[in-house]
């Protein structure tokens, strides 16, 4: 029956987010539908690439407590009667005991395990509906097809059976087509249709997808040649580095991994046949990042070629950009021409270029052979340039290239220690690595000899993190201490950062090295990393409240200064101070504004911690506040993978007492991200209730204590304990709550708290508290934990049966939510206002719209006028059946007869 396997739970392969607000919000009805018992189906519709599979993984994501089915169709298997039912349901047969006697025997038969020929369809169908309706019986069920249009023709009309009969059970049926022919079994079935990305979605996909900033006018053209297409744009930038793509200043190999469509292999069969000079103005085209019209006729002219004859061969499209027909085209012209070849283009683009010097001069370096200091001193200088334009890793590009031009060994040394730190800051530890080799400086040159050990120390903690790496670093720290004061303050606050990682690991070391960095921050304040380190010091040597003062400053200072190239590696790390301080305002400037306005970065990129292993979690730009995002994330939208999932499981807790877990035993690069995924679990499983697993996923989180989560994960921790009856442990959590609160002073940490106290305060007592929280909160316009203090005090007054108090603030919190995105808050505020009596719909002609698949087909039936035992006739259903989908109907749309459907009812 073919050699795959069906996946259930897990992407088939890694692809953009599902865009679009209409297209969620109709697959969120959809799933709603469907847990409730009501059934669905939907074929999603678009060109390949275009999002179908992802449409599936949201689908998936939000189906939580469903069982899912799912598997994708190949063309190789097209004519195997069955293959793909097989692989959706023939492990089901096993475990499925109250499947009839003739049911079994078909499948059995239609799977090859019995007989020797194949039952026909209209058998096999009613079999199929009979075992995933007993599976639904027990929790909602989710088939989810991708590529039904290579489905063998007895699957499809088995499934089409299924999808017509889903009506009154748990069952949702997903298939994804390119909307051809080959799909007509599933004509039937409600479509959604999507739609190309405009250029503006395509854009902010782009800045999401990047490991970096990228050049405006390359992605300009990268977005032109995607032509709305997340994939396309996905598999452009999949395997590259933020240094291949800075500023377009590099263009990428192809890789190997990667397998083109026939019209790109097509694209490179035809270029292989082109004339030499035609081969070298394609050459030129993807040598040029900027897609130049002007430029690009310009050098058509100068190598006397014609770019009509790269138009006419369907190579190349020039309208407002040059751009590529294919990709992948790009990399293979530039990688598949001789060494010569792309030098002398690039000379050419050198000489060519009038009116932009950060380009002109990074051609004539990649044109350049052998040693060439006057060039080197020209691309350093202009290193700072490019990183206006592409970010870190455009200026690490330059210095690199510098490096290898120089001819004096000392210089060469320096520039090598310079370029290898830019590598290192902005991700690329290989090439940090690698440029770091060319040097080793002498003896006698003792500054030499400190940095090079620092940057060695550096890259050491990232691909080997653990307490020996840490000590490697406090020890190049002390030495750059007596040596380059400024570079052993920079030194010691990446110790501090990498040790309050690393966490128990760290042991003693923490402790020498805040010793150590308050000493040597002791007298230099004028820099806010300066007194962000002697901040963390204090934090580290006294405790949270003593180091509210110092790190308050720092922070103000990071506002206040337009940040150059040492403020700018630390944003990061003072946006999540500023979240630790409970100053909503402040990690949302410093979370939300470019480090170097003027240069077009990126503000959510990672500012110095991506390469030390510091990816601590920042929000994104949107429409709401920086705490509002992170109450919107779902489990896998924030990849919780396996591995994060193991880590927060290595060691259960005992459930009495607050003692941080002991480390893992295998420390990883990522252990900061593991807290913040750690942390934002626990969110999301005290949202939907699971108090076990988010009482573990906070305990988790409090392995270190990490600037921006412990206080968060306190929170969540005092209410999973509550929930889950360990009054121990929530008081002692909400002890060590009130410990930051207090000091803080802000009205969302005093909000926070008054919200944890609460959960744990007497009766008479406990309205007063939520009256407090909601008060602080909203006068700190903090959203998310606004409608959180509004849910868990509409809960509580509606076990008191004050269920029109209740309601007020269950309502508030369900609206608060959804215009957040906060999916997982809002279905629980849902089902609160559901138990206090309370419809959440409300019941105009727009609700039609949230008519399920089968209620909308009953509906249109009745409203020309079919009786309901011919509707049943028609949909194959019972007249019971289309009895209760009118009743579904008709309450949804706000109507009491058939005759109002007419007014109503729009089809």
């Not at 270029?353 to 691309?379: K, M, P, S």
């Not at 690490?396 to 031009?405: I, S």
């Not at 805040?514 to 040597?541: F, K, S, W, Y």
């Not at 402040?586 to 500012?607: F, K, Q, V, Y």
Request: hydrophobic share 40%; net charge neutral.
């Amino acid at each position: 029956m073919g050699v795959r396997a069906s996946i259930e739970n897990r992407t088939l392969h890694r692809e953009p987010p599902l865009r679009g607000t209409e297209e969620r919000a109709r697959l969120d009805a959809l799933v709603r539908t469907v847990a409730a018992g009501e059934g669905g189906a939907l074929r999603i519709v678009g060109e390949r690439g275009i999002g179908k599979s992802c449409a599936l993984d949201y689908v998936i994501d939000r189906a939580t407590g469903f069982r899912v089915l799912r598997v994708r169709a190949v063309p190789a298997e097209r004519e195997i009667a069955y293959a793909s039912l097989h692989l959706l349901c023939a492990d089901l047969l096993d475990e499925n005991g109250f499947l009839s006697a003739r049911h079994r025997i078909s499948l059995s038969t239609a799977f090859g395990r019995m007989g020797d020929s194949r039952p026909e369809p209209a058998e096999v169908g009613p079999a199929a509906l009979e075992l995933l309706a007993g599976l639904a019986a027990e929790r909602p069920v989710c088939v989810a097809v991708d590529d039904a249009h290579w489905l063998d023709t007895a699957t499809a009309e088995v499934l089409a059976y299924v999808a017509a009969r889903a009506a009154g059970q748990a069952l949702l049926l997903l298939v994804t087509a390119n909307g051809t022919d080959s799909d007509s079994s599933f004509d039937d079935l409600p479509v959604m249709r999507l739609r190309p990305l405009t250029l503006n979605e395509v854009r902010t996909e782009l800045a999401s997808f990047s490991p970096g900033p990228i050049d405006e006018g390359v992605a300009q053209r990268m977005l032109m040649e995607a032509r709305g297409n997340l994939r396309v744009l996905a598999e452009s930038l999949q395997g590259l580095t933020a240094a291949e793509l800075a500023g377009g200043f590099v263009v990428p190999a192809p890789l190997r991994t990667r397998s083109c469509c026939s019209h790109g292999r097509s694209c490179i069969a035809r270029a292989a046949r082109l004339t030499p000079p035609a081969r070298r103005l394609l050459l030129a085209a993807a040598a040029d990042p900027s897609g130049d019209v002007v430029l690009h006729e310009r050098l058509a002219a100068e190598l006397g070629a014609s770019s009509e004859a790269l138009t006419a061969a369907r190579l190349l499209q020039i309208g407002g950009r040059v751009t590529f027909s294919c990709s992948e085209l790009r990399s293979v012209s530039y990688h598949a021409a001789t060494p010569e070849d792309r030098r002398l283009i690039h000379r050419k683009l050198g000489e060519s270029i009038t009116d932009d010097r950060v380009q002109q001069i990074w051609h004539f370096g990649l044109a350049a052979v052998g040693h060439d200091d006057d060039l080197a001193d020209e691309l350093e200088a202009s290193a700072d340039l490019a990183q206006s334009r592409g970010g870190t890793a455009a200026r690490a590009a330059f210095l690199e290239k510098a490096t290898y031009l120089t001819s004096d060994r000392g210089r060469r040394t320096d520039r090598a220690l310079t370029a290898s730190a830019a590598k290192y800051d902005s991700g690329d530890l290989a090439a940090a690595q690698r440029i770091l080799a060319l040097v080793e400086p002498e003896p006698e040159e003792t500054t030499r000899v400190a940095r090079h050990g620092w940057q060695r120390a550096r890259t050491e903690t990232v691909a080997r993190p653990g307490a020996d790496s840490t000590r490697q670093l406090l020890a190049a720290a002390r030495r750059l201490h007596a040596l380059d004061p400024a570079d052993a303050r920079e030194a010691y606050l990446e110790t501090l950062v990498v040790a309050m990682v690393a966490g128990n690991d760290s042991g003693e070391l923490l402790t020498v090295a805040a010793e150590e960095a308050r000493v040597a921050a002791a007298d230099h304040r004028d820099h806010p990393a300066d007194q962000l380190l002697c901040g963390i010091a204090t934090r580290v040597l006294d405790g949270y409240g003593p180091s509210v003062q110092p790190l308050r400053a720092a922070v103000s200072a990071f506002r206040k200064r337009k940040p150059d190239a040492r403020a700018t590696r630390w944003f990061g790390l003072a946006a999540l101070v500023a979240a630790d301080l409970w100053d909503a305002p402040a990690w949302t400037e410093l979370t939300g504004r470019s480090p170097l306005p003027e240069t077009g970065n990126d503000p959510d990129a990672p500012i110095g911690d991506r390469a030390s292993g510091h990816a601590m979690m920042r929000p994104r730009r949107h429409t709401g506040t920086a705490l509002d995002r992170l109450a919107a994330i779902q489990p896998l939208s924030w990849r919780v993978t396996p591995a994060s999932t193991e880590r927060c499981a290595v060691t259960r807790p005992a459930r009495h007492g607050l003692r941080p877990l002991p480390p893992v035993a295998e420390t990883t690069r990522n252990q900061d991200v593991a807290i913040a995924e750690a942390t934002a679990a626990a969110m999301v499983h005290n949202a939907a209730g699971h108090y076990d697993e988010a009482l573990d996923a906070a305990r988790d989180a409090l392995r270190c204590d990490l600037p921006g989560f412990t206080g968060w994960a306190l929170a969540e921790l005092v209410e999973a304990a509550v929930r889950t009856g360990d009054l121990t442990l929530a008081t002692e959590a909400n002890a060590r709550l009130r410990e930051r609160t207090a000091p803080a002073g802000t009205d969302w940490a005093l909000g926070t708290q008054a919200m944890a106290e609460a959960l744990l305060a007497e009766e008479r007592q406990t309205e007063t508290h939520y009256e407090e929280a909601i008060e602080r909160l909203t006068r700190g316009d903090i959203r998310c934990q606004l409608g959180r203090a509004r849910l868990l005090y509409g809960e509580w007054l509606r076990r008191r049966n004050r269920r029109v108090d209740a309601r007020t603030h269950l309502r508030a919190a369900a609206q608060l939510f959804s215009t957040i995105g906060a999916t997982g808050f809002a279905e629980r505020a849902r089902r609160e206002l559901l138990a206090t009596g309370e419809a959440t719909r409300k019941r105009t002609a727009d609700n039609q719209r949230q008519l399920t698949p089968q209620e909308s087909r009953v509906a249109a039936l009745a409203r020309e006028g079919f009786s309901n035992a011919e509707i049943a006739g028609q949909l194959f259903l019972s007249p019971r059946t289309v009895e209760y989908h009118l009743y579904k109907a008709f309450a949804k749309l706000g109507i009491n007869s058939r005759a109002k459907l007419q007014l109503t009812f729009v089809g």
